[in-house]
């Protein structure tokens, strides 16, 4: 039903009747991090990856300026259940819900990067070694493994630190 005012006093009863109405019934704003995520899967190629290379991020934390409104959040890649070094991400999202700024050093192409040969945890302390040319580890080998709720693995001290 349309209603028309017949008089000042009658417009602004229904003016103040459609101000409170409550906030419950208004569309809410999607929350900043969503919206980052979504803004990542759908323009990573402008932050320097593919869309399976954001397909798995993880907010590492999420900050608004109180001065700006502008929330910034903060992200990481992750690739088979682990963070990748170097991997970060900052976007940020006004008031409104848009982005106006993502920036950050997204590593590209990770399903390539890992098709190659995967180490053990022995094999990767004597790259570690090799690469860092401390002496080769002596007698190497695993004290205590897990795998959840973090892969963890302990080794013996090889003869290096």
Known sequence: MLLKPRGPVTALAI?????CVPASTAA?????????????????AELGATRADVAD?????????????????NVNQRFRGLEVFGGHAT?????????????????RGLEADASGA?????????????GLDLDEPRRLRVLRASLAPARR???SEGGIS
């Open 15 to 19: 003016a103040l009747a459609l101000a």
């Open 28 to 44: 809410a704003a999607p929350a900043p991090r969503d919206v980052a995520l979504r803004y990542a899967g759908e323009n990573a």
């Open 57 to 73: 991020l993880g907010v590492t934390s999420e900050y608004r300026s109180s001065h700006s409104g502008v929330t910034h959040v």
């Open 91 to 107: 976007i940020n999202v006004d008031d409104d819900g848009r982005v106006i700024l993502a920036a950050g050093s997204l590593v």
């Open 118 to 130: 995967q180490l053990d945890p022995v094999g990767a302390v004597e790259a570690a070694s090799d």
């Open 153 to 155: 693995t302990v080794l």
